[in-house]
């Protein structure tokens, strides 16, 4: 069974940086579309970023282009979501999802394992 468990949210000034991880087991992922969701309260989960896991093409919602990176490194089964320049209205909670197949999509419904969340607080 695929689980996913995110770690490296937390508390940080606007303009700060923190780096997201994403540690995947229960099977091998190279046929796999990872990404990086978000939700803040009372708003729908968004996308922000993803990943074809053996190819490493990546995707990003505009709002965090130039901003956010996303990683993976296929030794660890691990990936991860550099954020930099952060602002306020990136506060959310943070999920990391996958998908069988190397398609990516931006919509959460298309992705089928998810993790527990990692709060990102930005304050101003």
């Known amino acids: 069974q695929v689980q996913l468990v995110e770690s490296g949210g937390g508390l940080v000034q606007a303009g700060g940086s923190l780096r997201l991880s994403c540690a995947a087991s229960g099977r091998t992922f190279g046929n796999y579309a990872m990404g990086w969701f978000r939700q803040a309260p009372g708003k729908e989960r968004e996308f922000v970023a993803a990943?074809?896991?053996?190819?490493?093409?990546?995707y990003y919602v505009d709002s965090v282009k130039g901003r956010f990176t996303i990683s993976r490194d296929n030794a660890k089964n691990t990936m991860y979501l550099q954020m930099n320049s952060l602002k306020p209205e990136d506060t959310a909670v943070y999920y990391c999802a996958a998908r069988a197949g190397g398609q990516y999509y931006a919509h959460p419904g298309a992705y089928n394992y998810w993790g527990q969340g990692t709060q990102v607080t930005v304050s101003s």
């Open positions: 990943i074809n896991w053996s190819v490493g093409n990546t």
